[in-house]
């Protein structure tokens, strides 16, 4: 089955800094990468996803790039704002079982 | 529209009991997850259901877990017995399937169940 593997497990960004989240993947049938964003107590919630035939997408300030070549996909968050801090996740779904599989999270802190 | 409603948000409950999770998806959506979230982890899948059938329940221990979806709307989630290393949040989600077949998954607010 999928695996999905996300680096670092802890990431703090000084507060108008850059922030980069990585994932790798290891079925190359995936086709559909969806981050969440789940601050604490509450549910995640999408916040951008890319599809297999796309290799970057931009959404303000998030961005996510993908490399299906090397199977690995990340999410940059640009100019971080306190309201950024939470927990992330990046999945990866296979378009023939529809089967989404989450990665272990980054806990993101912005530093005031 | 409404989203995901689950219940109850919060159980406590002594190993070896019994318990049981409800979810109300949104409205025309045919797919249900539940996923479970072990603290500091990522949810995992338990079961996905299609309408009322089941699709992937591969990762359901299905000695103590057992899943239903009647009539393709609310479904229940039941732990019997319940071990300490259930402790986690049960999060259920839906989903639209688009034409093309890529959909985005709501989640409901989960339900944080304390096994002691």
């Known amino acids: 089955g999928e695996n999905v593997e996300q680096h670092p497990s802890t990431l703090s960004v000084q507060e108008g800094d850059s922030a980069v989240i990585k994932c790798t993947y290891s079925d190359s049938a995936s086709n559909y990468f969806p981050w969440y964003k789940q601050e604490l107590g509450k549910r995640p919630q999408l916040i951008i996803d890319?599809?297999?035939?796309?290799g970057e997408k931009k959404d303000q300030r998030i961005a996510v790039t993908l490399n299906k070549t090397a199977k690995h996909f990340s999410l940059h968050i640009t100019e971080t704002q306190p309201e950024d801090s939470a927990v992330y996740f990046c999945a990866a779904r296979n378009f023939g079982n529809e089967k989404l599989t989450f990665g272990t999270g980054t806990r993101l802190t912005i530093i005031p | 529209e409404a989203g995901v409603a689950q219940s109850p948000r919060y159980k406590i409950i002594e190993k070896r009991q019994s318990v049981a999770f409800w979810c109300n998806p949104i409205s025309g959506h045919a797919t249900l997850y539940w996923y479970q979230q072990i603290l500091g982890q990522g949810p995992k899948l338990l079961i996905q259901?299609?309408?009322?059938?089941?699709?992937?329940d591969s990762q359901l221990p299905k000695d103590r877990f057992s899943a239903e979806r009647l009539k393709g709307v609310d479904s229940t989630l039941k732990i019997q017995p319940a071990k300490l290393e259930d402790s986690a949040v049960y999060l259920c989600a839906s989903s639209f399937r688009e034409r093309e077949g890529f959909y985005e998954q709501y989640f409901g607010p989960g339900t944080r169940l304390t096994v002691t």
């Open positions: 259901f299609q309408n009322n059938g089941v699709v992937d």
């Open positions: 890319i599809r297999s035939n796309v």
